[in-house]
């Protein structure tokens, strides 16, 4: 539960409606607090899809994170720009894409990196791309623990594509990845019984890579909902991702774990057009609307039910209606945090109760110089 007005800024005459606020300190704390779950730094892979701000890569490679993962070519650029030493492209790179990576790992030589695969073509293609690479691109085999939304079922096919990796020129393989975003299971019993059989094909299909004189240097495993639980095995790398800011369809799904809103939408009452309506100029082009309604959770009136979210207006019916007037301020937080944020060019950065300037948000480009 939030307590007492953290949230709010002293300057709110100063922030143009809707916007986005972050809070370092208390991203700082869930950084920290996802190591503290893990353990061990180097078993710590944070994805960055859900901030997209190299100021809080800075943040993590502050605490002794060094590696990443990203789902664009733009975040992997913000990622190298910002620092990060190990980066893994997470999303199969198709058509330029594979060039573009090519062209980052010779502009940031340094790093090491690292994508996915799940067929024999996009390992073909990348054996041009990088065959003459002075360094070799690492490559993981991506799995389908069971969302079904990118993978190759483990088995015999997965092997030979193994195989292939490992005679493939310009590439070394770099181990297995496997995501089980289909995990949101709320209680933390059932949600770890899910995760376990999810991962028994994977961990037996790595046995048998094993078994056969393939090495597996690394499995690449889970995101935020798992993230602990396959934090308690040491040979696992865990890619968290929504903890750097949280949201309240996470505070709300997964009550085991102890996070803290460190993102949150500022918006104005825009008009009053009826009894108990009220508009406010969070439409959804300022919040994610992937998800069912409520998509914002308003501080002060948390029962306001939504009735029409469009473009820019979201229209609510609330209790209290008399306690609100044209052009107050409120704050909220989002459902889904991660695209959320994508829809904003820069976030107003909130220290000691202060609006004190702008982070641009970086990597919601799909472009960088690449």
Not at 283 to 299: E, M, T, W, Y
Not at 307 to 329: A, F, N, Q, W, Y
Request: charged share 25%; aromatic share 8%; net charge negative.
């Amino acid at each position: 539960m939030v307590k007492g007005n953290w949230y709010q800024v002293e300057n709110e005459a100063e922030i143009p409606s809707p916007a986005l606020l972050v809070y370092p300190q208390r991203i700082i704390r869930n950084i920290q607090r996802s190591i503290d779950v893990v353990g061990d730094v180097n078993n710590l892979m944070p994805h960055v899809k859900t901030h997209k701000l190299p100021e809080v890569v800075g943040m993590q490679l502050s605490l002794g994170i060094r590696r990443f993962k990203c789902a664009t070519i733009a975040e992997a650029e913000m990622v190298a720009g910002s620092g990060g030493q190990d980066i893994l492209l997470a999303h199969q790179p198709v058509g330029p894409n594979a060039a573009r990576l090519r062209f980052l790992m010779d502009r940031y030589p340094l790093v090491r990196w690292g994508t996915v695969v799940d067929n024999a073509e996009t390992v073909s293609m990348l054996c041009e791309v990088f065959g003459d690479a002075p360094r070799k691109l690492m490559v993981f085999l991506d799995l389908d623990c069971g969302m079904h939304r990118t993978g190759i079922e483990p088995g015999g096919f997965a092997a030979k594509l193994y195989e292939t990796i490992i005679r493939s020129p310009g590439l070394e393989v770099g181990g297995l990845h496997a995501y089980d975003g289909h995990n949101h299971e709320q209680d933390i019993g059932k949600r770890t019984k899910i995760c376990d059989a999810d991962f028994v094909p994977i961990l037996d299909f790595r046995d048998d890579l094993e078994s056969s004189g393939q090495a597996v240097p690394e499995l690449i495993a889970g995101g935020t909902p798992t993230f602990p639980i396959h934090s308690k095995y040491s040979d696992r790398i865990c890619s968290p991702g929504t903890t750097s800011l949280w949201d309240f369809g996470y505070e709300d799904g997964l009550p085991d774990m102890d996070f803290e809103y460190a993102a949150v939408l500022f918006t104005r009452v825009i008009s009053k057009p009826g009894s108990q309506r009220v508009c406010f100029d969070l439409g959804h082009k300022s919040i994610a609307a992937d998800k069912p309604q409520p998509r914002v959770r308003l501080f002060g009136h948390e029962s306001a039910h939504p009735e029409v979210h469009s473009e820019e207006h979201l229209m609510m019916k609330c209790d209290r209606v008399d306690e609100l007037k044209v052009g107050d301020v409120c704050y909220g937080v989002p459902v889904h945090i991660c695209p959320t944020v994508a829809l904003h060019d820069h976030a107003w950065v909130v220290q000691d109760g202060k609006a004190i300037g702008l982070w641009e948000i970086a990597a919601r480009r799909r472009s960088l110089g690449v």
